[in-house]
């Protein structure tokens, strides 16, 4: 069982489409972490969330994090072919444990 | 930002030997680092953390004796696969803690080792 639940796993949309992906969890999170992976390469990471109900923007990305710190999301607006790639959250609980949740396969269509 | 050096980006080798990958955080101290495996179109899946001067932990169903992990200082850290077999074929990537406050922590990845077993 996934530590961090991540949902959609596979995403397929036109640009200029919006999209939301969802992370969520039984377990309360000091910080969360997004990153995007591009296929033979390591994950980037994109934002850091600490605070409860805490929105960060980074362009046409917004990132949430839950009141409660359990859960996060990740919205983005119109999407962009650039976009596509395999977005990763990750949760960490204490100083020594950091766990990645399953990644959502984004693929935005020209 | 921070950078890991990862080593080698790929490698090909016969069954039985052993392979070595280095991960390097060039630019500041990582007390911790970690072992990721990713099969194909999948997440990373955590094998074992690695503490400067200690032994590493390593994830339920992660062989130590498979997977030999030292940090012998605190930029480098090293996995070595030993005795591969075509199983073990698969993409590693290691990351490094650079520690901040409360809830700033940050993992910087290398860019992984793409391993294959003939």
């Known amino acids: 069982t996934q530590l961090l639940e991540q949902s959609p796993q596979f995403l397929s949309i036109q640009e200029g489409e919006n999209l939301t992906v969802y992370c969520n969890s039984s377990?309360?999170?000091?910080?969360l972490q997004w990153y995007r992976q591009e296929p033979g390469e390591g994950p980037v990471l994109l934002v850091t969330v600490v605070t409860g109900g805490e929105v960060k923007k980074l362009k046409r990305l917004t990132f949430q994090f839950g009141d409660a710190r359990k859960d996060s999301s990740l919205h983005i607006t119109a999407a962009q072919p650039g976009d596509t790639g395999l977005y990763l959250c990750?949760?960490?609980?204490?100083?020594?444990?950091?766990?990645f949740g399953a990644g959502t396969r984004l693929t935005v269509k020209p | 930002g921070a950078v890991v050096s990862q080593h080698p980006s790929w490698v090909i080798c016969k069954s039985g030997t052993s392979v070595k990958i280095e991960c390097r955080s060039l630019?500041?101290?990582?007390?911790?680092m970690f072992w990721y495996r990713q099969f194909p179109k999948q997440s990373l899946m955590l094998m074992a953390t690695?503490?400067?001067?200690?032994?590493?932990?390593?994830e339920q169903g992660v062989e130590k004796d498979k997977f030999l992990i030292n940090h012998a200082s605190l930029t480098l850290s090293t996995l070595t696969v030993t005795s591969a077999h075509p199983e073990d074929s698969s993409f590693y990537i290691c990351?490094?803690?650079?520690?901040?406050?409360?809830?700033?922590?940050?993992?910087?990845f290398g860019s992984g080792t793409q391993l294959s077993v003939l």
């Open positions: 990750a949760g960490a609980r204490n100083n020594n444990d950091m766990r």
């Open positions: 990351s490094a803690r650079e520690m901040g406050g409360r809830g700033n922590e940050k993992l910087f």
């Open positions: 630019d500041f101290q990582a007390t911790t």
């Open positions: 690695s503490n400067e001067g200690s032994k590493a932990t390593y």
């Open positions: 377990s309360v999170f000091s910080s």
